[in-house]
T-cell receptor, first 114, second 112 residues
């Protein structure tokens, strides 16, 4: 049971390049999330998904797209990277039990945009 | 989510119990108390959560006061690997939305 895994761990992009971050979970969770964390700041929700084939915008969705074609995978895409997207990206998934939701996080992807 | 207040930092000697307090005096009816931690350069890690009763798992114990206005996370035998920022979060899924609001947390330093 690997939990939540993220690919790649590190990436350097030039402004205007595109890339896709992959998140995978093997816990059969319905909900998945993408957050970003900037130095000295808390996590901010980019997009989330409440089930296969569904996605929704979080707090800071601009410049990102997502897809959830399979229940276990959640992809985050940057179509045209900007230096402001330099950050650490965390994926999470959660198990819903009534009104309690426990989110489990991946190890993160460190992205630098030059 | 209810507002939480935590000390900015704490120290604990290795092998001793670490008791991390959290004040959530505005907690309402069915809001849960969650604890997460983030070790430097790693993803946040879920520790434990509770509603009214005290809870214990393999990582920690959670003590919630009877009036639910405060709680304490207890790491019974702290190790150097427990050095991290610990976050107390109060939320109820139906009212809180999907984003976890981590706040500032408590920076715990475990010393040899």
């Amino acid at each position: 049971n690997a939990g939540v895994t993220q690919t790649p761990k590190f990436r350097v992009l030039k402004t205007g390049q595109s890339m896709t971050l992959l998140c995978a979970q093997d816990m059969n969770h319905e909900y998945m999330y993408w957050y970003r964390q900037d130095p000295g700041m808390g996590l901010r929700l980019i997009h989330y998904s409440v089930g296969e084939g569904t996605t929704a915008k979080g707090e800071v969705p601009d410049g990102y797209n997502v897809s959830r074609l399979k229940k276990q995978n959640f992809l985050l895409g940057l179509e045209s990277a900007a230096p402001s997207q330099t950050s650490v990206y965390f994926c999470a998934s959660s198990l819903e039990r009534g009104l309690a939701d426990t989110q489990y996080f991946g190890p993160g992807t460190r992205l630098t945009v030059l | 989510d209810a507002k939480t207040t935590q000390p900015t930092s704490m120290d604990c000697a290795e092998g001793r119990a670490a008791n991390l307090p959290c004040n959530h005096s505005t907690i309402s009816g069915n809001e849960y108390v969650y604890w997460y931690r983030q070790i430097h350069s790693q993803g946040p890690q879920y520790i434990i959560h509770g509603l009214k009763n005290n809870e214990t798992n393999e990582m920690a114990s959670l003590i919630i006061t009877e009036d639910r206005k405060s709680s304490t996370l207890i790491l019974p035998h702290a190790t150097l690997r427990d050095t991290a920022v610990y976050y107390c979060i109060v939320r109820r899924l139906a009212n809180s939305g999907y984003a976890l609001n981590f706040g500032k947390g408590t920076s715990l330093l475990v010393t040899p």
